[in-house]
């Protein structure tokens, strides 16, 4: 069975085989052609995950299936058998591939379990969302990722974030901490015309104080004008 181990990512694929009848209490029931999948999300510290969202895909037959663990960070799914499948996270916004897990042809109905470990980024630059050129009004390219955002907030419901403002150091540093200011608002303001609580959100605009790449050269600036999630309650 493939899988990938790194400072980061580490899976423990634990295989149960048991009969049908030895199911008991369990809501999904293994058949001929289709495994039960059970799986465990949490922390490196064993904390449960809950509202992860896992997706697998069959290198086989293409199938894309997508479950979220509930408040016990566990959640359940049926295979068709004879294929290896992708394991993805959603990490807030971002897939994140984790391995793969192969469900043989086997006469009989099994059950595998999937225990996975992962520790959730505490602060991550929101992709492709942008502004126009000095000013904090968003591109109408921006509104995917933030879309992706809301439904983030809505699956995690205790969730508080910070939406903090960056730019680059063309400028003074009074209008660069406006710039990053009014466009970190601006993204409060989206979330907020979506459903989300003001109460879980803060905005927050740094200006220059905190770059990430160096300022000299353009590519170092593209970077530095970024737009970030800090998660402050999980």
């Known amino acids: ?3 990938t181990v790194t400072n980061k990512i580490f899976i423990a694929v634990i295989v149960i085989i048991t009969l049908c009848n030895d199911l008991l209490g369990q809501k999904l029931t293994p058949t001929e052609t289709k495994a039960v999948l059970e799986i465990s999300v949490t922390n ?3 904390g449960a995950l ?9 290198e086989k037959n293409k199938t894309k299936i997508n479950v979220t663990t509930n408040n016990e960070g566990k959640a359940s799914v049926l295979l068709p058998e004879g294929d290896t499948y992708n394991i993805d996270y959603r990490n807030f916004t971002e897939q994140v591939n984790y391995s793969k897990i192969k469900i043989p042809t086997e006469l009989g109905a099994f059950t595998y379990q999937l225990n996975i470990k992962f520790e959730p980024d505490k602060v991550f630059t929101l992709k492709n969302v942008n502004f126009e050129t000095a000013k904090a009004t968003l591109t109408n390219s921006s509104y995917t990722a933030l879309n992706e955002l809301v439904e983030a907030l809505k699956a995690k419901l205790s969730m508080e974030i910070e939406i903090a403002g960056h730019t680059d150091n063309i400028g003074t540093d009074e209008t660069n901490l406006k710039l990053s200011q009014d466009r970190a608002n601006s993204v409060v303001n989206y979330l907020t015309s979506k459903g989300i609580s003001k109460k879980r959100l803060t905005a927050k605009g740094y200006g220059a104080t905190q770059p990430i790449a160096d300022n000299e050269t353009e590519e170092g600036r593209k ?12």
């Open 1 to 3: 069975m493939p899988q």
């Open 50 to 58: 809950p509202n992860e969202k896992i997706i697998l895909t069959g």
């Open 44 to 46: 490196f510290k064993g």
């Open 223 to 234: 970077q530095n004008r970024r737009t970030e999630v800090r998660i402050i309650v999980q």
